[in-house]
């Protein structure tokens, strides 16, 4: 009853084999006029064999497939190299010989080879060797060749059938052998110790020389078995028996066959969201320069199946994940290491909106698949089933687009030592995540095919032929007009409030999404969160600069207050503009200008992007240090606010320094300018006594030179004419002092001893004359007459208080 969709092979969709209608429908017969024709196939038990050929047919008819297959994409490679290279400024330096690696090392990659990386190191101090490479297979590559040798297989086995198994397998082995020599030969003329122009040994400072190119053993052996396997298998699908599949096999036949409906919806589904992206990038202005934008359309291209598998995963929950681990020797000691770490949709809650696309990709899959051909025979344990085949699909993609990465050395040195080590990295999907979503969502998918008739009848009609595109086969088509019975299921209220719900939600999760983006596009940029921060700083905003970093201003930080933002000691940055913004996923910098005391200034501000659902970007503002050295002896204050010595935070801007009124000293003073990303900045200043203290201090030195010429005997205490270089006996009595010259002197203040001295040259002269008695063994007991010229100067230590000044004279 009803209708059976069948494949070209005359199978129908539950891995039973069957008659249908049409071309369509037409069950397997052998070609007219080739081995096999009006005979039984050689695979079914009896049937009739014929002597196989000779073994070089079979070798040349493999050489011609393979090259069929490989050669148009090597020259299409070399092709689109030569023009990204050309076209986004990188080839310079570059040659036809270049752009053919590069299209070598693209197919090597495709076919399951990697890229490897070969060096040494030899001098008189130390000798080092490395061996690292890389494995990024370009599934667009992978793709194209393997769909090229499905078809050219096929055909060929059509036109000269294999007697048996081991002639296909013959066929099979030495298509594979040429595909894996060949590859062989082209990585061995293509690997090179220089390309573009440059010396890799020099570029690597390696004496040694350096050299890349394909992995031989890998080039060698992986593209044969995989060649091998692939022209196995297409030869087999045209020779083998259209007899009813196991059960098992039979439903697996069909739960993939569900899954390849919602593969290829998602796979559409992740290109759309792609496009829609760049879009929003090209309308924000944020894409990178044009030679960078023809090297990632480049590149793009011969991974654009990659970035599909990636996405599709992504919006599957799948986080992609990054492992590396290394070990290592030296000196007698192990080294060892590893880092884990992995980014998804969890990370940004917003991001979870976007399991509603594989949720519609489901229901548009369950839709699909009831109404363009009959209800297929799923039962319950299809969904176990699916859940198996999405474990092994989902490992097995996850596998393929993962990035590999490997390498080690070796090397020793003079004085070092022997040193040993490897390590190795690999990105892309998780390989845990991968199959256990890979199942939860095949199962889900299976699931909602199961209960496919009832959704459909369940449906808004005009959501069943937009899903459906259309093609409804004539009784879905009557039953959504309301015209005729449906071949299954029943109208459910509950399974039309979920699609409704469901489609509900989709709408505003798109407006909800829209918005967020537009919001974020023009309101939530970096742009300005950037303008925002910078009108704070010309405001003297403090806390709405210091928000980003989590540290507000304390009490401590006084050149953050209030008091003296807001007094006229402090000038805000002048000429405040935005020169760009570069983004990094979750963070950015920003490059900014802006003029300090008339000098022009440039500053990278660093943001992130606030975490929750509007998600705006934060500027991390970083403030300059001012320490303020308390050697001069005077305590500074800005706009009457005093600052303590030592570290301070302030705002960039200029900050000019008093000092604080002082009994002895004064100073001019001091402007300070200070820059944002962690400046640093010193104040001090050069103290002088003051005009009314230098006066008072030569009045105090007049005063003692004139108590000291007044004195009639001795001792000349408190004089400076009794230093270390004068004696006035003891016994001098009618005692005269007469200054001649008094010596040059200034105040000088020691910041290091905190102290106000008077500093003179020794050029001071004064006579000193008087008696002295008359020697005891003179007959003549008249006392003596005495005179001395003597040298003198005004070192003096000085102690003001108040208006009272004393001078200690550094005499004896």
């Known amino acids: 009853m009803g209708m059976q969709e069948q494949d070209g092979r005359g199978q129908d969709e539950t891995g039973q084999g069957g ?31 014929t002597p196989a ?98 078809g050219l297989s096929r055909r060929s086995e059509a036109r000269s059938r294999s007697t048996g198994p081991g002639q296909l397998l013959l066929r099979a082995g030495l298509a594979g052998a040429v595909a894996g020599v060949s590859v062989f030969l ?31 053993v890998g080039a060698l052996l992986v593209p044969a078995v995989l060649v091998a396997v692939t022209v196995a298998a297409a030869r087999w699908s045209v020779v083998r028996p259209w007899s009813p599949l196991p059960g098992p096999l039979g439903e697996v036949l069909v739960v993939s066959r569900v899954l390849r409906t919602a593969v290829t919806g998602l796979l559409l589904a992740t290109g759309v969201l792609g496009v829609v992206g760049l879009l929003q990038q090209a309308v924000a202005g944020d894409l990178p320069d044009d030679d960078t934008l023809v090297g990632l359309v480049g590149a793009l291209l011969v991974y654009l199946v990659n970035v599909l598998v990636v996405g ?74 699916a859940a198996g085949v999405g474990v092994v699909g989902g490992l097995a993609v996850a596998l393929l687009v993962r990035v590999w990465a490997s390498g080690g050395g070796q090397g020793a040195a003079v004085f070092a030592g022997q040193a040993v080590g490897g390590g190795s990295a690999s990105v892309g999907p998780s390989l845990l995540w991968s199959p256990l979503l890979g199942a939860a969502w095949a199962a889900l998918a299976v699931a909602a095919v199961r209960t496919g008739p009832s959704l459909v009848l369940s449906s ?61 596009a023009t309101v939530l940029t970096p742009e300005a969160a950037v303008e925002d921060h910078l009108d704070a700083l010309a405001r003297g905003d403090v806390a709405q600069v210091l928000a980003g970093s989590g540290e507000g201003p304390e009490d401590t ?15 805000p940055p002048e000429d405040l503009q935005l020169l760009g913004v570069t983004e990094y996923g979750s963070a950015g910098s920003a490059e900014v200008s802006y003029t300090v005391d008339g000098e022009p200034s440039t500053e990278t501000l660093y943001l992130v992007r606030e975490e929750g659902l509007l998600g705006g970007w934060t500027v991390e503002a970083s403030t300059s240090s001012v320490f303020v050295d308390d050697s001069s002896g005077l305590a500074l204050q800005v706009g009457g606010v005093d600052v303590a010595a030592g570290e301070h935070r302030a705002l960039p801007g200029s900050y000019v320094f008093s000092p604080v009124e002082d009994d002895v000293l ?119 007459p005495y005179e001395d010229t003597f040298g003198f100067s005004l070192d003096a230590v000085v102690t003001v208080t108040g208006d009272d000044v004393e001078l200690e004279f550094s005499g004896y």
């Open 557 to 571: 930080d006084v050149l953050l207050s209030p008091d003296v933002l807001d007094s006229g000691a402090y000038s």
């Open 666 to 784: 004064t100073a001019d003073d001091v402007t300070v300018t200070t820059a944002g990303g962690f400046g640093f900045a010193d104040v001090s200043v050069e103290p002088r006594v003051r005009d009314e203290v230098t006066d008072r201090v030569s009045q105090a030195v007049d005063a003692v030179l004139a108590d000291c010429a007044a004195r009639t005997e001795v001792p000349l205490t408190g004089c400076p004419f009794l230093d270390r270089y004068s004696y006035v006996p003891d016994d001098l009595t009618d005692l005269t002092v007469r200054v001649d010259q008094v010596p040059a002197w200034e105040l000088v203040w020691d910041p290091y001893g905190q102290e106000l001295s008077i500093v003179s040259d020794y050029d001071g002269e004064g006579v000193l004359t008087g008696l002295q008695p008359a020697y005891s063994f003179s007959s003549d007991q008249s006392p003596r």
């Open 19 to 49: 008659q249908g209608d049409g071309a369509r429908g037409r069950a397997w017969e052998p070609v007219p006029g080739t081995p096999g024709a009006g005979t039984e196939d050689w695979a079914v038990a009896g049937s009739q064999v």
């Open 53 to 150: 050929g000779p073994v070089m047919t079979d070798l040349l008819q493999a050489a011609r497939v393979v090259a069929l297959a490989v050669l148009p994409v090597l020259v299409g490679l070399a092709a689109l190299a030569t023009a990204v290279g050309i076209s986004g400024g990188f080839g310079d330096e570059g040659s036809l010989a270049d752009w053919l690696r590069v299209a070598v090392l693209l197919l090597g990659l495709g076919l399951g080879a990697r890229v490897v990386a070969q060096g040494s190191f030899d001098s008189s101090l130390a000798t080092a060797g490395f061996d690292a490479g890389v494995r990024a297979a370009p599934l667009v590559v992978t793709v194209v060749v393997l769909a090229v040798l499905v």
């Open 186 to 216: 082209l990585a061995l003329v293509t690997r090179t110790s220089s390309a573009f122009g440059a010396d890799l040994g020099q570029e690597f400072d390696a004496g040694g020389g350096v050299t890349v190119g394909l992995g031989l």
């Open 460 to 520: 808004p009609s005009w959501l069943v032929r937009l899903v459906a595109g259309g093609h409804l086969h004539p009784q879905w088509a009557a039953a959504v007009r309301g015209e005729g019975p449906a071949p299954a299921g029943r109208r459910s209220g509950a399974v039309r409030g979920a699609v409704v719900g469901v489609g509900v939600l989709g709408v505003l999760a798109v407006v909800g999404v829209g918005t967020l983006a537009v919001v974020r």
């Open 312 to 385: 599709a995963l992504a919006l599957l929950g799948v986080p992609v994940s990054l492992s590396a681990a290394g070990v290592g020797a030296f000196g007698g000691g192990d080294l060892a290491g590893s880092r884990a770490d992995s980014v998804g949709l969890t990370d940004e809650p917003v991001l979870l909106l976007a399991l509603l696309v594989p949720v519609l990709v489901v229901l548009a899959t369950a839709v699909r698949r009831t109404v363009r051909g009959r209800q297929l025979p799923l039962t319950p344990r299809s969904v176990a089933v």
